[in-house]
């Protein structure tokens, strides 16, 4: 399965996940995208390099960036699985376009769904962004490395 995202930065919230999906699939590759619309607060190497040591303990995944359509970079991992995260009603709404596009765009490629844990459910990287840049706290959210990276960079 492909876990495609912008991961700016990767969260607890998205290695939960990762790390559920691990158990599920015989390879996990988490897809991060060069070319989002909306412009990275982090690089894309940081982004590659932070989220492969936070999945450091992780044997089966892969870690890489991807700057075409999702569906072809699918198509060239040989991979039929999209997997997306849902955390809560409000996700669901841009998912389900998202997926529905997709699956115009390959109809052989499926998008799963899962929903994290409890205590990940109110994580997305813009709310670690926006705590960061106020000089909250956000080591509940990220792992150490990232929050270490986070805080060089601002
Ligand atoms: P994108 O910019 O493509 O939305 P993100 O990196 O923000 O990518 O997220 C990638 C995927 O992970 C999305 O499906 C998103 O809904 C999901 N996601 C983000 N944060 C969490 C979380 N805390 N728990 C579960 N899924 C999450």
């Given at each position: 399965a492909i876990y495609p995202g912008s991961f700016d930065p990767i969260t607890n919230g998205h290695i939960d996940l990762i790390k559920r999906a691990s158990k599920l699939f015989d390879t996990v590759i988490i897809g991060i995208t060069q070319n989002s619309k909306k412009p990275a607060f982090l690089d894309i190497n940081d982004r590659l390099e932070s989220a492969k040591t936070a999945l450091i303990d992780i044997n089966n995944i892969k870690v890489m960036?991807?700057?075409?359509l999702l569906v072809d970079f699918a198509e060239t991992q040989n991979v039929q699985i999209i997997l997306r995260g849902l955390?809560?009603?409000?996700?669901f709404e841009y998912e389900f376009q998202l997926?529905?596009?997709?699956?115009?765009?390959?109809?052989?490629?499926?998008?799963?769904?899962?929903?994290?844990?409890?205590?990940?459910?109110?994580?997305?990287s813009s709310l670690v962004r926006e705590i960061l840049s106020l000089g909250g706290d956000i080591s509940a959210f990220v792992p150490s490395n990232v929050e270490n990276l986070l805080?060089?960079?601002i």
């Open positions: 960036s991807f700057d075409t955390r809560a009603v409000s996700d997926s529905g596009m997709n699956k115009h765009l390959n109809p052989t490629i499926e998008t799963l769904f899962m929903t994290p844990a409890e205590q990940y459910a109110n994580i997305s805080k060089e960079k």
